[in-house]
């Protein structure tokens, strides 16, 4: 919906037909840009992905990602579209000791986070997140539970007491500023080298839910699942917050707008998320 403005079952728009639709980056592309996709997620490849010059596939940490984003950007003389894909914070949260007991100072003692994330860059399968917490959980023995979670279409759903909500809670957090962190590098060369000239987005293809409807992680359709952040630094456009509802697919026309790009979409759903603004 993101590259292309369609919803995915009403416009057909999805894994089974997804290489038959018009990614917006093809557009750049006919507009003289350079399109380069690093793709830190193990569900993107080559069949469902296109309308790019470059693309690096394949799950690395978030510091690799984004150092090769800027090498691709030092090189790179034409207008350009980047599209970085960071896989922190995801399930299984995994983040380093020292940011997980700064968020539970009383600890887990008995749990080694680095053998788990070694496992994870290493590529287990999504059922991973549930092995490691049934893991916790056995370590931890706190309840004598046996199995901590199950594995389901909707998600790792919980049988757990408050203190095991409080401590996944606690990873999630720790991760989620781990990853702050090493997104910084980043956003300081921007801020030194290109917010005068290039616009930024960020968001996300998922929330998250956290014990809500008894469920851990993702792969449902509730609120904490579908709302995510879209925030946009477009120069020379005053900060505004836009109180309406607005979703992933207006950032293609609202990107083609600004631009004053043409676009070779027959139809598309979403809107300038600008229009209703002096521009």
Same mark, same amino acid.
């Given at each position: 919906?993101?590259?292309?403005? *369609?919803? !995915? /079952?009403?416009?057909? #728009? &999805? ?10 980056? @093809? $557009? ?48 790179? *003389?034409? !207008? /350009?579209?980047?599209? #970085? &894909? ?10 380093? @000791? $020292? ?181």
């Amino acid at each position: 919906s993101f590259f292309t403005s *369609k919803l !995915p /079952y009403a416009d057909f #728009v &999805h894994n089974a037909n997804l290489n038959k639709a018009e990614f917006f980056t @093809s $557009s750049l592309q006919k507009n003289g840009y350079k399109v380069y996709f690093n793709l830190n997620n193990p569900w993107f490849d080559e069949e469902y992905i296109k309308g790019y010059d470059e693309g690096v596939f394949g799950l690395k940490k978030n510091k690799i990602v984004l150092s090769d984003a800027i090498d691709w950007i030092e090189k790179t *003389k034409e !207008p /350009y579209f980047i599209w #970085v &894909h960071l896989w922190p914070p995801h399930s299984p949260y995994i983040p380093n @000791s $020292s940011y997980f007991y700064e968020q539970y100072p009383q600890g887990l003692k008995t749990l080694d986070f680095y053998d788990y994330s070694d496992i994870l860059f290493r590529g287990k399968s999504s059922k991973f997140f549930c092995y490691y917490i049934n893991n916790i959980t056995k370590k931890l023995n706190m309840t004598g539970q046996t199995k901590a979670y199950e594995f389901t279409p909707s998600g790792c759903i919980s049988n757990l007491n408050e203190t095991y909500y409080n401590q996944i809670i606690a990873m999630y957090d720790a991760l989620v500023k781990q990853s702050d962190n090493s997104i910084s590098p980043f956003l300081d060369y921007y801020q030194s080298n290109l917010k005068n000239n290039t616009i930024f987005i960020i968001s996300s293809d998922h929330g998250e839910n956290l014990g809500e409807h008894g469920l851990i992680t993702h792969s449902n359709l509730y609120y904490p699942t579908l709302k995510v952040p879209l925030m946009m630094h477009i120069p020379n456009i005053k900060p505004a917050s836009i109180e309406k509802e607005v979703s992933l697919i207006d950032v293609f026309p609202t990107l083609f707008k600004i631009l004053e790009l043409n676009h070779s979409s027959p139809r598309y759903r979403g809107e300038n998320l600008f229009s209703d603004q002096n521009e």
